[in-house]
């Protein structure tokens, strides 16, 4: 079903959790909601739910205002951050609880139920472990049974809160392709928090970068990693070289090592380690000159850490290939330019 | 943390123990004065019970005074836990998931039952449900009496009682996270529905603790009950009163037999009590 | 110029709470009314009672002599007890939280067996170990100690009720706490004095606090245990719980109510002291 959110504002207290937000989300979609703690990602994602109550604005999921609804009425499956799952309950019970608690009249019998168990356990790859407490599955299996239970209400949308925030770095890149495989499957609109932008990259058909309550841009992984609306998101989404520079006619001037004074700054360029380079010579007129602090070549690529006379660093990735080729060694004296950037124009980044 | 990681914590940190000096001293210490104070004074009980003649153990527990007053204590001590419980989850309940003005105040004052001398609160009990008294008034306008009837000892150890039930299930309601709640009401569960599969079992080992840990206490309670209960053999006597009795006529024997009893009805309590706790921590862990 | 652009944190927002169905008002109305009428309602008695004959007589009540000996009696027993059970509480969590041995947990249930004592059977025991006819009683009556029906009978009575207190307040403090900070100092090249003194002591010393407290509201408030041994005998061997029962079954209930007046003030104050210590402990130090 699709989601509508419009105009919806949060406050708590003097704290102004979501403002203005507008978004819209297409049946069917997979989005995830990327930005720091306190971006209100997790705001956002729980007034979806009806698990809190906006101010102003509104929801709207399959036409109807969702904000009008009891939350038990929603039809909204919410996989919790921590999995909140009833730890004197197997894992049956859990993924049966929503189906118990149905008015009589609308719940199934003990065979239909036992069989939706069955099948939503066999969905999730965890048939075997039917009779097992939440306490004795690993982090991953549980992240499961929380899922399987969530799905058991034959849920409008699926939310997932941090999905795979408290698990292990390899379960979770296993979890991570998994949950996109069964999202292919059985193609439910989704809503997924995150802070990590890997993960939301990986996994969802879009993205919804927050910061500070608001969307900062709403695109597919390519968009948003290439390119980026606003300084913000360049930042977020990866490690990032800032150079402060002036606007002249319209394109960037950035006199190498000369920082421009406060008033002359009309410009920061936002430059990713993996698209600088390093040069012996001065290449051009961006070309800044620096000495190499520190070189780490383990990895599939070489990080070298650059000081700026001025005592700035600059952060290159450089190919195992070209740096052999360079000869680097800590002490030597280089120039560091940027082979593509994005420019943003003051008024983009200030505030 | 996973289990495997835990262990080996453990057998680490055991290892290191022997690290710190002062154990000797500090085990010889503790052992010498628990002998002196505590260990000591139980003994001379035990000596004391092993020397009583069969006459005398027959005598006093055939006695229907005895008798009566062995009920009353177990029968008032059981209710007045029954009550606790109720209300005391019910109190847990709303000082930890309610804001509300006052709650600290009132949280603070369930101790008041723990601070207050027991002398103090039995004749202020008395005095509040006495016939003119401003609670007993309003009963008599019922016809119901409070002061000098077992429906007095029953309200005393109630209120001697009701820390130990709201204090065993704050814990476990604060550890009780408020996304499991939510949980429950996404999946459709009514507040009932939620009361009642979800929270009710979770808190169930800490309401039997404090059941059992109020039930104790109200047993061998003395000073709250005495000045309420009028103390009319057969009738309002509990059990302590009647060891106070057998005191007072010298009848050291029978004083010493009561006391046993109602010893030995504390010491399996108490390991209820134990074992209940390793229950609810193992499920706190499954 | 260039420099890392880092991932920045916030602190999200708190979940507000409070009731908000009529329900949840309707809760909560029921637990603040119980708890008034049944906790808060004795203790106002208490004052009203006590203040019901006039200022005068309330000050008559306890600063009349018996009243004065018994208040003495009182401060004596708990000022013996609270401070020996003080050191045993260190010593015992000490040896208990800090080491591994056999027979801990009994060792445990041992120190917690005066909880599990009815007051009656404390003392009791000690009638029946120091009495006349007790085990000791003939070699103190030869020696002319007496024990029972007087201050020492009055003391012991009090120590083994509140022997626990302390004990049982640290115990799982000093276990939750760990011996890593102990462990650094004895690598620094501490002693144990020095160690327990700077790094132990600090960190439990509002634990310490709490449980003599308790302790003290207990042994200045004791009735059954010490009733027993006692004696009752005015102005000697009557500590401010028995003034007060004497009192009252002499049908002086006012005075009765300005001596217990004073306990129930006591207990106000540990209330006080034992709500800031637990404020303390939250907003951590």
């Not at chain 2, 109190?91 to 601070?115: I, Q």
């Not at chain 3, 003939?138 to 009978?153: C, K, S």
Request: with cysteine; hydrophobic share 50%; charged share 20%.
């Amino acid at each position: 079903m699709a989601i509508e959110i419009k105009n919806l504002t949060k406050r708590f207290g003097d704290f102004t959790a979501l403002s203005g937000l507008n978004l819209n989300i297409a049946d069917g979609e997979l989005v995830a909601l990327l930005g720091p703690s306190g971006s209100g990602k997790t705001t956002l994602l729980r007034i979806i739910g009806g698990l809190e109550q906006a101010e102003e604005g509104e929801v709207i999921v399959d036409g109807a205002n969702a904000g009008t609804v009891d939350i038990r009425d929603r039809r909204v499956g919410f996989v919790f951050q921590h999995y909140a799952l009833f730890r004197h309950m197997t894992v049956f019970d859990n993924i049966a609880f929503g189906l118990r608690v149905r008015p009589r009249n609308e719940r199934p019998g003990k065979d239909e139920i036992s069989k939706r168990v069955h099948d939503l356990l066999k969905l999730v790859q965890l048939e075997r472990l039917a009779p097992r407490y939440p306490g004795q599955l690993s982090g991953g299996q549980r992240q499961r049974v929380a899922l399987a239970r969530a799905l058991a209400i034959e849920p409008k949308v699926l939310l997932l809160d941090e999905p795979f925030g408290a698990l292990d770095a390899q379960v979770r890149r296993d979890l991570r392709r998994w949950l996109r495989r069964l999202h292919d499957e059985i193609k439910l609109t989704s809503v997924f928090v995150t802070h990590d932008q890997e993960e939301a990259l990986e996994v969802a058909d879009r993205v919804v970068v927050m910061n500070h309550g608001k969307i900062e841009q709403v695109g597919t992984p390519v968009d948003v990693y290439h390119r980026p609306a606003t300084p913000f998101v360049y930042a977020f989404l990866g490690d990032t070289n800032v150079f402060h520079g002036r606007l002249e006619d319209g394109s960037p001037v950035l006199v190498g090592g000369e920082p421009p004074s406060e008033k002359q700054e009309t410009a920061r360029m936002y430059v990713r380690p993996h698209l600088m380079d390093i040069e012996h010579d001065r290449a051009s007129v961006e070309s800044v000159p620096a000495k190499v602090m520190h070189i780490n070549a383990a990895g599939p690529t070489v990080k070298v850490e650059l000081e700026t006379p001025l005592g700035e660093a600059i952060m290159v990735e450089l190919t195992q290939d070209r740096f052999l080729e360079l000869k680097l060694e800590r002490g030597t004296e280089v120039f560091a330019t940027p082979r593509q950037q994005q420019l943003f124009k003051k008024d983009d980044y200030v505030i | 943390m996973h289990p495997t990681a835990y262990a080996v914590g453990l057998t680490m940190a055991r290892k290191h123990k022997s690290v710190l000096p002062g154990f000797g001293l500090s085990l010889g210490f503790t052992l010498f004065y628990l002998s002196l104070a505590v260990l000591l004074p139980m003994a001379a009980l035990a000596l004391k019970a092993a020397s009583v003649s069969l006459d005398d153990i027959g005598r006093t527990l055939g006695s229907e005074r005895v008798q009566a007053a062995l009920w009353l204590s177990l029968r008032t001590a059981f209710i007045a836990g029954v009550i606790n419980v109720v209300f005391g989850l019910l109190v847990a309940w709303v000082l930890e998931r309610y804001n509300f003005p006052g709650r600290r105040l009132l949280d603070a004052f369930v101790d008041l039952p723990f601070a207050l001398p027991t002398a103090v609160a039995g004749i202020a009990l008395t005095a509040l449900y006495s016939p003119n008294g401003w609670l007993g008034s309003i009963a008599g306008i019922a016809g119901i009496k409070v002061v000098y009837t077992e429906l007095g000892i029953i309200v005393a150890l109630t209120f001697i009682g009701l820390p130990f039930v709201v204090r065993t299930v704050q814990p476990v309601l604060q550890d009780l996270d408020a996304e499991i709640e939510e949980a429950a009401a996404s999946l459709g569960a009514t507040p009932y529905q939620t009361f009642r599969y979800i929270i009710l079992p979770h808190v169930t080992p800490a309401l039997i603790t404090g059941f059992t840990l109020a039930f104790a206490r109200a047993l061998g309670e003395y000073g709250s009950v005495v000045f309420i209960s009028g103390n009319l053999p057969g009738k309002t006597e509990i059990a302590p009163l009647a060891i106070m009795t057998k005191l007072e006529q010298y009848d050291y024997n029978g004083a010493v037999v009561i006391a046993a009893l109602l010893l030995v009805v504390s010491l399996i309590i108490l390991f209820i009590i134990n074992g209940l706790q390793a229950w609810g921590r193992k499920r706190k862990l499954a | 110029m260039a420099g890392i652009v880092t991932k920045q944190a916030k602190a999200g927002a708190r979940r507000a709470r409070g009731p908000r169905t009529p329900a949840q008002i309707g809760l909560v109305l029921i637990a603040t009314v119980f708890l008034v009428v049944f906790l808060l309602l004795p203790l106002v008695v208490v004052f009203s009672e006590a203040l019901s004959k006039g200022l005068g007589l309330y000050f008559a009540a306890i600063t009349e002599p018996e009243a004065m000996n018994a208040i003495k009696l009182t401060l004596i027993a708990a000022g013996i007890a609270v401070p020996l059970n003080t050191l045993f509480g260190l010593g015992a969590s000490w040896a208990l939280a800090k080491f591994e041995f056999k027979g801990k947990s009994f060792l445990l249930s041992l120190i917690d067996l005066p909880f599990s004592v009815s007051p009656v059977v404390a003392g009791l025991i000690f009638v029946l170990l120091y009495g006349t006819q007790g085990f000791l009683g003939e070699w103190l009556a030869d020696n002319r100690i007496r024990v029972i029906f007087a201050v020492p009978g009055i003391v012991l009575a009090t120590m083994f009720i509140t022997f626990p207190f302390v004990a049982r307040e640290l115990i799982p403090l000093m276990q939750q706490q760990g011996n890593d900070e102990e462990l650094a100092a004895r690598s620094l090249g501490a002693s144990g004095w020095q160690i327990f003194r700077r790094v132990t002591l600090p960190n439990i010393k509002w634990g310490v606090l709490y449980g003599v407290i308790l302790c003290n509201a207990r042994a200045m408030g004791e009735f059954g245990a010490v009733s027993v041994v006692s004696g009752h005998i005015r102005g000697k061997t009557n500590t401010l719980p028995l003034h007060v029962e004497i009192l009252y079954n002499e049908y002086q209930f006012a005075a009765a109510f300005a001596c217990a007046s004073l306990l129930a003030l006591l207990a106000l104050i540990t209330l006080a002291l034992k709500s800031f210590i637990e404020w303390r402990g939250h907003s951590g130090s």
